[in-house]
């Protein structure tokens, strides 16, 4: 018994450190997404962390499309998690333009073409 009370004691120190890099992380990724975004102007629900937590949960429920349209209604043709409603906007966002990739991917190739190393 007092092993076992031993172990959890030398435990401890690292669940609390790494408890207390987790709250730092989450406060990180908050205020990067509320404030450092280039997305943090567009219209949307706020906090942005929590409206992809509730989409994400609609969408599992198959809840999405209704969901989708209401945030239009309210915030417009353009949201925050960038849902868009406009069809010449998706024609214009979603065009593909040539990318040439860098020599760097010609490292990955196993001897035959792929997504990866096609240039």
Known sequence: MSTTLEALAS???????????????????FIEHEYLSPLAKIPGPRPSVLGEFVSKWKR????????????HKQYGPIVRTVWISNASSIRKINATHQYIKGHDYTKTSMGDLSVFSTR
């Open 60 to 71: 599992a429920r198959a809840l999405a499309i209704v969901d989708f349209t209401d945030m």
């Open 11 to 29: 435990v401890a120190p690292w669940l609390e450190a790494v408890s207390v890099a987790g709250i730092v992380y989450l406060a990180y990724k």
